[in-house]
């Protein structure tokens, strides 16, 4: 399963966009990149799910450039209720496997005022 | 409402004793998985069940125990060979077919 790398934390304020990049240099063919939305004391929440190109949602948009290595989550105009923390994952059952889905560390958003 | 519930939420044992996590879901999902978080790190997998009668390890299993008995419930036990047992639990699950994973609420485990 390919690893993930990305920002420990991150800061922003109400109304602007967040951009947040993972790395994923080991991803394989068949893996798709994954993103969860967490807030404390609750389980993690899916947001979006892409392979290539661009993917968009009603919470947010997905970038994957051509040699899929990295992918960035674009969240548009913040509020304080997206203070969360942000989990990236690469692999998934559509890649032929079990749907282990491996959790990082996360980026933890905050989202001042 | 379907979902899938977690209890109870908030949970203390004494050191050496055996505590079952209860984990039920009405979603008619066919995979089900338990998660352990540590304060500020991600989620470990420890076991998780494909179909009924049926369950493996995931990454961190030892020291737990799991049934799955029928389609919509998935207890975990926590057993004393846990040397490390406070923690937030997690379970989840999935539709055939598809990655998206739907979590419970949590239990809260504090060994004391």
């Known amino acids: 399963l390919a690893k993930t790398t990305q920002p420990i934390s991150m800061d922003s304020y109400e109304g602007q966009e967040v951009n947040i990049t993972c790395s994923h240099n080991?991803?394989?063919?068949?893996?798709?990149i994954t993103w969860y939305q967490q807030f404390p004391s609750q389980g993690p929440r899916f947001i979006i799910q892409?392979?290539?190109t661009k993917v968009t949602n009603e919470v947010a948009s997905l970038f994957i450039p051509a040699d899929r290595k990295s992918s960035t989550l674009s969240l548009p105009r913040v509020s304080l209720s997206d203070t969360a923390v942000y989990y990236c994952?690469?692999?998934?059952?559509?890649?032929?496997?079990?749907?282990?889905?491996?959790f990082g560390a996360g980026t933890r958003l905050a989202v001042h005022p | 409402d379907g979902g899938i519930t977690q209890s109870p939420k908030y949970l203390f044992r004494k050191e050496g004793q055996n505590v079952t996590l209860s984990c039920e879901q009405n979603?008619?999902?066919?995979?089900m998985y338990w998660y352990r978080q540590d304060p500020g790190q991600g989620l470990r997998l420890i076991y998780y069940?494909?179909?009924?009668?049926?369950?493996q390890k995931g990454d961190i299993a030892e020291g737990y125990s799991v049934s799955r008995e029928k389609k919509e419930s998935f207890p975990l036990t926590v057993t004393s060979a846990q040397k490390n047992p406070t923690a937030f639990y997690l379970c989840?699950?999935?539709?055939?077919?598809?990655?998206?994973?739907?979590f419970g609420p949590g239990t809260r485990l504090t060994v004391l």
């Open positions: 069940s494909q179909i009924v009668n049926d369950f």
């Open positions: 989840a699950s999935r539709i055939s077919g598809s990655d998206e994973q739907f």
């Open positions: 892409g392979y290539k």
């Open positions: 979603l008619n999902h066919d995979a």
């Open positions: 994952l690469v692999g998934g059952l559509i890649s032929g496997g079990y749907n282990k889905l491996i």
């Open positions: 080991n991803i394989a063919t068949n893996d798709y």
